[in-house]
């Protein structure tokens, strides 16, 4: 049977977003696998120049604000 290691999961902060997190999250802990969470900067801020470290961090604490219910989960968090 195939392992389950990573569970990827893009975020966009929508309510959907949000479920699929959660549904991973139960996933994971089922298989004692790692979520991965993504959020990929939207095209408008690369068009217009590099996006602000103000605003790089705004989302990167926003990434930290999406928890598993199990704190035991290991969750990581990438900004592209």
Same mark, same amino acid.
């Given at each position: 049977? /195939?392992?389950? +290691?990573?569970?990827?999961?893009?975020?966009?902060? &929508?309510? /959907?977003?949000?479920? $699929?997190?959660?549904? &991973? $999250?139960?996933? &994971? +802990?089922?298989? =004692?696998?790692?979520?991965?969470?993504?959020?990929?900067?939207? /095209?408008? &801020?690369?068009?217009?120049?590099?996006?602000?470290?103000?605003?790089? =961090?705004?989302?990167?604490?926003? /990434?930290?604000?999406?928890?598993?219910? =199990?704190?035991?989960?290991?969750?990581?968090?990438?900004?592209?």
């Amino acid at each position: 049977m /195939l392992q389950i +290691r990573r569970i990827l999961v893009p975020i966009d902060w &929508a309510e /959907l977003s949000n479920r $699929a997190f959660q549904v &991973a $999250a139960s996933l &994971a +802990r089922e298989h =004692d696998a790692e979520v991965v969470v993504l959020h990929v900067v939207p /095209l408008p &801020a690369q068009m217009y120049g590099p996006p602000s470290e103000s605003y790089l =961090d705004h989302l990167l604490e926003e /990434l930290c604000h999406i928890k598993p219910s =199990d704190p035991k989960t290991p969750v990581q968090r990438l900004l592209v």
